[in-house]
Nanobody, 120 residues
Framework: QVQLVESGGGLVQPGGSLRLSCAAS????????MAWYRQAPGKERELVAR???????NYADSVKGRFTISRDNAKNTVYLQMNSLKPEDTAVYYC??????????????WGQGTQVTVSS
């Protein structure tokens, strides 16, 4: 079982910045693909950014050029730097860890979520 604890959410004005952090338990963090998802009220959860164990990156089109995902394997932590925030970025942000299995599938773990509100 992997426990994920997010932090760093809050209220920010449009154009501002926030950095989210997600700390993972256990000793296998370096082999996980890590991702950030978000869910706005009345909408489905969507992928925001993903970083593989090898450092490959993927971003949603809506955040490209504004958000940066990174990881520190020594600290078992993944980050999401969010710049030029817009009101439409308002959502609960969730950390996700994908743990590979011997059968070629992944086991997914989720954090509890952290609220990001972009408003003046």
């Amino acid at each position: 079982q992997v426990q994920l604890v997010e932090s760093g959410g809050g209220l920010v004005q449009p154009g501002g910045s926030l950095r989210l952090s997600c700390a993972a338990s256990g000793s296998r963090f370096s082999i996980y693909a890590m991702a950030w998802y978000r869910q706005a009220p009345g909408k489905e959860r969507e992928l925001v950014a993903r970083i593989t164990s090898g450092g490959n990156l993927n971003y949603a089109d809506s955040v490209k050029g504004r958000f940066t995902i990174s990881r520190d394997n020594a600290k078992n932590t993944v980050y999401l730097q969010m710049n030029s925030l817009k009101p439409e970025d308002t959502a609960v942000y969730y950390c996700n860890a994908a743990s590979p299995t011997a059968w070629g599938t992944d086991i997914h773990y989720w954090g509890q979520g952290t609220q990001v509100t972009v408003s003046s």
